[in-house]
């Protein structure tokens, strides 16, 4: 079993900065592709930066130029640094694992980001 801990949400004005991090514990495999996704109300998940354990990495259009994922040294963590925020980034992002040629997925329980104009 894997459990996501995801922190550093929070309320910021338009242009500002947020930094998201997850940490990944129980038994987690190399072929691991970790990645944050967002739900706006009234909207569907979407995709907003994905991973690989290699340091791959694939983003949205519309964050593209503005957020950065990472991982942190033990591969274990993944960060997702915004920058230049836009009101129409308020969501709640969830940090997601996908392991074992993506038969397996897992779910962070999610922290709010607000943008304010």
């Known amino acids: 079993q894997v459990q996501l801990g995801e922190s550093g949400g929070g309320l910021v004005q338009a242009g500002g900065s947020l930094r998201l991090s997850c940490a990944a514990s129980g038994i987690i495999f190399s072929d691991n592709v970790m990645g944050w996704y967002r739900q706006a109300p009234r909207k569907q998940r979407e995709m907003v930066a994905v991973i690989t354990y290699g340091g791959s990495t694939n983003y949205a259009d519309s964050v593209k130029g503005r957020f950065t994922i990472s991982r942190g040294n033990a591969k274990s963590t993944v960060y997702l640094q915004m920058n230049s925020l836009k009101p129409e980034d308020t969501a709640v992002y969830y940090c997601?694992?996908?392991?074992?040629?993506?038969?397996?997925?897992?779910w962070g329980q999610g922290t709010q980001v607000t943008v304010s104009s």
């Open positions: 997601r694992l996908d392991q074992q040629g993506g038969t397996r997925n897992y």
